[in-house]
């Protein structure tokens, strides 16, 4: 069953899916921009949608040996504006407080319906925001604490911005 499986689906990850002629409202894509998000629907949004009630949380990960790793620096940021498209498919979210290396997960407020009064299927997204659109690349830090050196490699101080003691250099790429 692994950690994907749901009460009332099916315990494995290839199912048969049969069309059925009906297109579902979801979200297309979330897209980075400027200071926020944009998110783009299936279909046109109905006009009476309060688009201020969006929840939003980002965060980080400590990397371990294992896969994955522990949540850190959780928050719940709040967003200051939302713009709908002309075409009523898209939304576009400033939130203040966003950081680039952080996972940011999104979820639509309910009720959210179509201009067609149609339920919207999934309300979450997330987005694994690597840097600022418009801003600098993200500053990321890979550490050593235990490690071995091979291939020749060696340690080095002739450069600025490392921590500890130095940093790998002269290795052979293998």
Known sequence: ?????????????????TPTGVSAFD???????????ELEYTQPLAANQDLTKYQVSQWRYTPTV?????????????????KISTD???????????QAGRVVHIRSPRPFT???????????????LNSMVGGPPASVTYEAERAARSGGAG??????????????????NI
């Open 66 to 82: 294992a896969y994955g790793g522990p949540k850190v620096d959780q928050q719940t940021l709040g967003v200051s504006s939302a």
């Open 27 to 37: 979200i297309v894509a979330m897209r980075a921009v400027a200071g926020g998000f």
């Open 88 to 98: 009523r498919k898209k939304v576009t979210l400033q939130i203040p407080g966003l």
């Open 155 to 172: 340690v080095n101080t002739d450069h600025t911005g490392y921590e500890g003691t130095g940093f790998v250099d002269g290795y052979q």
């Open 1 to 17: 069953g692994g950690n994907w499986g749901q009460d009332g689906k099916l315990a494995y990850g290839l199912q048969k899916l």
């Open 114 to 128: 179509s201009q067609s009064g149609t339920q919207l299927w999934s309300t979450e997204a997330w987005y694994t």
